[in-house]
């Protein structure tokens, strides 16, 4: 059965940077015509917010906390995506997932681990 893995998640301190990983397994990109592909992430007590997407073209949307810092990419040759994270804050730190469509700004509920996998952490420390 095929499925979107993450990888790349780690613990830094405030100012560092961390680069995302999600990789298709089990298809590629070309056979699905995989079409929008998304981060979210979910910390403690928090929402599941969208933080960055991307589509079948490579265009991008970034959640205003994190745009200037953050840049999404893709490549569909390679059935990857990425996420380069810049001067972290404490605040980006949660459980990061990558998922196709990713049309909700927010998941109400929150991130259903069940169906997108585990994620992949992020620790930022002050």
């Known amino acids: 059965e095929g499925q979107l893995v993450e990888s790349g998640g780690g613990s830094v301190q405030a100012g560092g940077s961390l680069k995302l990983a999600c990789t298709a397994s089990g298809f590629t990109f070309t056979e699905v015509n995989m079409g929008d592909l998304g981060w979210y992430r979910q910390a403690p007590g928090n929402e599941c917010e969208l933080v960055s997407k991307?589509?079948?073209?490579?265009?991008?949307w970034y959640a205003d906390s994190v745009k200037g810092r953050f840049t999404i990419s893709r490549d569909n040759l390679k059935s990857t995506m990425s996420l380069l994270m810049n001067s972290l804050k404490p605040e980006d730190s949660g459980v990061y997932y990558c998922?196709?469509?990713?049309?909700?700004?927010?998941?109400?509920?929150?991130?259903?681990?069940?169906?997108w996998g585990q994620g992949t952490p992020v620790t930022v420390s002050s």
């Open positions: 991307i589509s079948r073209y490579g265009t991008t």
């Open positions: 998922t196709t469509g990713a049309t909700a700004l927010v998941v109400v509920g929150g991130c259903p681990s069940d169906l």
